[in-house]
């Protein structure tokens, strides 16, 4: 039986072989740390999505929260033409809204549990006479 033992050659074979194997151990590092990057990155752009959809939601439940005050006072103030007084941090869902009546303008504050915040300002016409209960809205201004 004839037994194979690779031959040395000297130093010089000894360190060369090892130095192959450093370059893919380096090369296999560097992979490692770009992919690190690729999806920390990933992390960072889903985060901010997420972020973005709360504040797209946020702000569309105050905005929610604004109308629900300005339909409030119409509603009041088809019942009652001569209605003024408003409504002072009105609680709804969440949050509140604050209605102010001043001329033929309407305007509805609301803010959420989280701080967001819309406001709505409606222009209007009443009838007069017999259609005392009729409130027309001739312009609308969300958020200005």
Known sequence: MEHHFPLFHGPSSFIHHQSGSGSVLL????????????VMGHLQVNTEE??????HVGGAEALATAEAGLND???Q?????????GYADKPFGSGFYTVVVGGSTVTSTAAT???????????????TGDSASVV???KLRINK
């Open 136 to 138: 027309e809205v001739s």
């Open 27 to 38: 090369v296999v590092v560097l992979l490692v740390a770009l992919l690190a990057a690729v």
């Open 50 to 55: 997420i972020q973005l959809m709360r504040n």
């Open 113 to 127: 549990s989280r701080g967001f915040v819309a406001k709505i300002q409606a222009e209007i016409t009443r009838g």
């Open 77 to 85: 103030l088809r019942q009652d033409p001569g209605w003024r007084v």
């Open 73 to 75: 006072a119409l509603a």
